[in-house]
C-alpha cells in the first residue's frame, strides 16, 4: 500500500465513522488515531498499534498475547462490531477479512497463520522494536 493509498483509508475511515456518530466502543480511540496521526518519525512514539480482529480469531489472541509480553501498546477493534473498520481491513487485504491486521501509521499487515517472526517483521517495518 502506498502513503498516499493509506492516507486516504484513514481518512475515508474516520468521515464514515464521524458521520454515523458509532457508539462503538472502539471508535472514538480509532478516530483520534486516524484524525490526529502526524506521518513523521515522531509519531512512532505516540501512536498505539492497531490490532483489527474477530471474536473466534485464534491468530488474533496469539497476536495481542506477543504484543502484551512485548510490552508494547495496542487498541484493539473488532471487525464484527464496526463496519468501518471491517472496510478498512478489506481494503487493506485486497478486499479480504483477514485477521488480524496490525496498523501502526502508514505502515499495515496481516498475520494471518500468525508466527512469531511475521510480528518481529512488522515492528521492525513500522520502526518499532522488534
Avoid at 56 to 62: E, V
Amino acid at each position: 500500500m502506498s502513503l498516499e493509498d493509506a492516507r486516504h483509508a484513514r481518512r475515508r475511515v474516520a468521515g464514515l465513522l464521524l458521520a454515523r456518530q458509532t457508539t462503538v466502543s472502539a471508535a472514538p480511540r480509532l478516530v483520534a488515531s486516524l484524525v490526529n496521526h502526524r506521518d513523521d518519525a515522531s509519531s512512532t512514539t505516540l501512536t498505539p498499534i492497531t490490532v483489527y480482529t474477530t471474536t473466534t480469531c485464534g491468530d488474533c489472541r496469539a497476536v495481542k498475547i506477543a504484543l502484551e509480553r512485548k510490552g508494547i501498546a495496542y487498541v484493539e477493534v473488532n471487525i464484527e462490531d464496526d463496519d468501518a473498520a471491517r472496510m478498512l481491513v478489506e481494503s487493506l487485504n485486497d478486499g479480504r477479512r483477514s485477521v488480524p491486521t496490525l496498523v501502526h501509521g502508514v505502515t499495515s499487515a496481516s498475520l494471518s497463520r500468525f508466527a512469531p517472526g511475521k510480528l518481529d517483521a512488522f515492528l521492525a517495518g513500522a520502526g518499532l522494536r522488534g
